[in-house]
């Protein structure tokens, strides 16, 4: 089975764990943002936008990087505390202009 069908039926942290994904959108307003539509990477550079998000050994979503016309329009970069949960988000622009937001108590 190619990552692309294994990846519309798994959708665990330990299933994501390690992984480098492509995905078509993403979802909610909550942090860390939430990756849907999982494509292969052939789907993805042919498209004008997609996502790219990378995954630590735990499955937590620690980049998620969106690209127009293959080139890095936004990107957000995620700490978690010991205990797992989201600590801080690192935002930054197609300039590198990075924004800093706590998300602990969030």
């Keep these: 089975m190619n990552l692309f069908a294994w990846l519309r039926r798994s959708k665990t942290a330990a299933d994501l764990a390690g992984r480098h994904v492509y ?28 996502y790219v998000a990378d995954y ?5 979503l620690v980049r998620f990087d969106k ?23 690192i935002a930054r622009n197609a300039d590198g202009e990075e924004t800093i937001t ?3 108590g969030s």
């Design 23 to 50: 995905y078509g959108g993403w979802g909610g307003y909550s942090l860390p943002r939430k990756p849907q539509e999982p494509i292969d990477e052939e789907e993805a550079l042919r498209r004008t936008a997609y």
């Design 56 to 60: 630590d050994d735990d499955g937590r």
């Design 67 to 89: 690209y127009l016309d293959g080139e890095l329009a936004w990107g957000d970069t995620y700490t978690y505390t010991v205990e797992g949960k989201p600590s801080q988000r």
């Design 102 to 104: 706590d998300l602990e």
